[in-house]
C-alpha cells in the first residue's frame, strides 16, 4: 500500500471530494464570474476540518501532514475544483506557517523551529490571526512581490522604521492573492537596509489606516481567486505583530518555499490528471468522419502519453513530499518537482483542449478553466527559471 493510499487518506479523499461536489461544483462559475470565493465557503471548510489540514491541532488545524494537504489539494483539482479555487480557499496554506514556525510548531512536517521569537507574542498572533483563520472566520493573505519584482525576494524595497512599541510601513506590494478580501496580511519588510539580511514578517491588519487596498486586478486565469494590489503610507503596526526576531524574514520566508512549491507542483499534475480524465471522456463521446475519436490509434496513443507524463509527475512529487515530511533537506529535488509537475500539466493540458477541439476554446468547457489556469503554476512560488537556478546550484554549478 502506498503511503499516500492509507485508509485514513482515502477517508480525506472522500470527505474532499464531497464537500468539492455539494459545496463548490453548483457554485465554481458564478464564483469565476463574481472574481473571488465567498466568506461562507471559509467557514463550510473549517467545519469539515478540511482548512485546518496540514496545522496541528494545537494551533486550532486539524492535524495531518503535508501529504495530507497534498491529498486535499489533489482531490479538489480531480473532483472537478481548480487550481484557482486552491490559491483563494487556502491561501492561509501561505499566510500562517510563518506565525506556526514561530511559535515552536511545525507545519505539515515541513518548517523548522523557533524563528527567534519570544513565545509570548508569537502565541499572540496564533490567537489572534491562526485559530480564527482556521476556524473560517478570518482570511489572511502573503504579501512578497513588489512592482518591481518578485523573483528576487532579497530585492524588496518596502521599509519598516521602528518608532516605540510601532513599526511604521511604506512601500506597496503587488499580484497578493486573496487581497481584496483578506482581514490581514503577512508582509516582507526591510527593517534596516534593504537584502535578505534585514527582511522581517509582519502582519498588518486590513483596517490599519494608510492601508489601501489597490484595483482588483483581472487576470488570464484563476478567475474565482481575487488578486490585489496593496499600499502602505505611514502604516503603524505594532511590534507585537512581527513574525519572530528581527531580520528572520528570509529564512522564514525560505523554509516555508517547499511547502508553496510542493502544493502548486501538486495543483500542476493534479490539473494533468483531470484534464486526460476530460480529455478521455471526449474521445469516447466524440464522433469525427463516422467513429469515436478514441477508436483512432493516434488519438489513443497521445492519451496514453498524456496519462504517462501526469502520472510521473505524481509519482516524483508524492517522493520528494514524502521526504519533505520526513524533514530532509531536499531544496533541489522541490524545485524539480515542481518544474516536472508544471512542464508536463503544460504539455498534458494544451493537448486535452487540442482534442477537444472548438468545444476546448468554450468557456463551457471544463478544459479551457484548466488551460488558462495552468498559466501561473510556472510563474509563482519562483518561477521555472528560478528552479533551474536552484537546481544548477544543487548541481554544484
Ligand atoms: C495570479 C498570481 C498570484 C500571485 N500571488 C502572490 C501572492 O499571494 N503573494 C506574493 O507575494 N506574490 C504573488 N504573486 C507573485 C509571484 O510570486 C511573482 O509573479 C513571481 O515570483 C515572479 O516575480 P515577477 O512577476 O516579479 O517576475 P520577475 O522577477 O520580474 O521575473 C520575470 C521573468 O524573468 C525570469 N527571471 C527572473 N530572474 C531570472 C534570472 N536570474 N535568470 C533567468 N530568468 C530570470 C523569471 O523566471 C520570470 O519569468 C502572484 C502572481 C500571480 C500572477
Known sequence: MSIVDTPERRQLRELTRAFVTREVLPHLD???????????????????GLLGIGFPESVGGSGGDLLDS??????????????????ALFTH????????????????GSLGGRLGGTSTPDDDLIQRYVRPTLAGTMIGALAITEPDGGSDVAGIRTTARRDGDHY???????????????DFVTTAVCTDFPGSGSLTLLVIDRDSPGFTVGRRLEKLGWHCSDTAELS???????????????????????????AERLSLATQ???????????????????ETFGRPLASRQLVRHRLAEMHTRAEAARAYVHEVAVRVAAGEPVVTEVAMAKNVAVAACDQVVDQALQLH?????????????????????????????????????????
Open 30 to 48: 458564478d464564483w469565476e464570474r463574481a472574481g473571488e470565493v465567498p466568506r461562507a465557503l471559509h467557514a463550510t471548510a473549517a467545519k469539515l
Open 70 to 87: 497534498i491529498i486535499v489539494t489533489e482531490e479538489v483539482i480531480r473532483s472537478g475544483g481548480s487550481s484557482g479555487l486552491i490559491a
Open 93 to 108: 496554506g501561505i499566510a500562517l506557517p510563518h506565525m506556526v514556525a514561530a511559535a515552536g510548531v511545525g507545519v505539515g
Open 168 to 182: 511604521v510601513v511604506n512601500g506597496s506590494k503587488t499580484y497578493i492573492t486573496s487581497g481584496h478580501r483578506a
Open 232 to 258: 502602505f503610507a505611514d502604516v503603524r503596526v505594532p511590534v507585537a505583530n512581527r513574525i519572530g526576531a528581527e531580520d528572520t524574514g528570509f529564512l522564514a520566508i525560505m523554509q516555508n518555499f517547499a
Open 268 to 286: 500542476a499534475y493534479a490539473t494533468a490528471q483531470r484534464c486526460v480524465e476530460l480529455a478521455v471522456r471526449w474521445c469516447r463521446e466524440r
Open 357 to 397: 477541439g472548438g468545444f476546448g476554446y468554450m468557456r463551457d468547457a471544463e478544459v479551457e478553466r484548466h488551460y488558462r489556469d495552468a498559466r501561473i503554476l510556472g510563474i509563482g512560488g519562483g518561477a521555472t527559471e528560478i528552479m533551474n537556478e536552484i537546481i544548477a546550484k544543487g548541481m554544484g554549478l
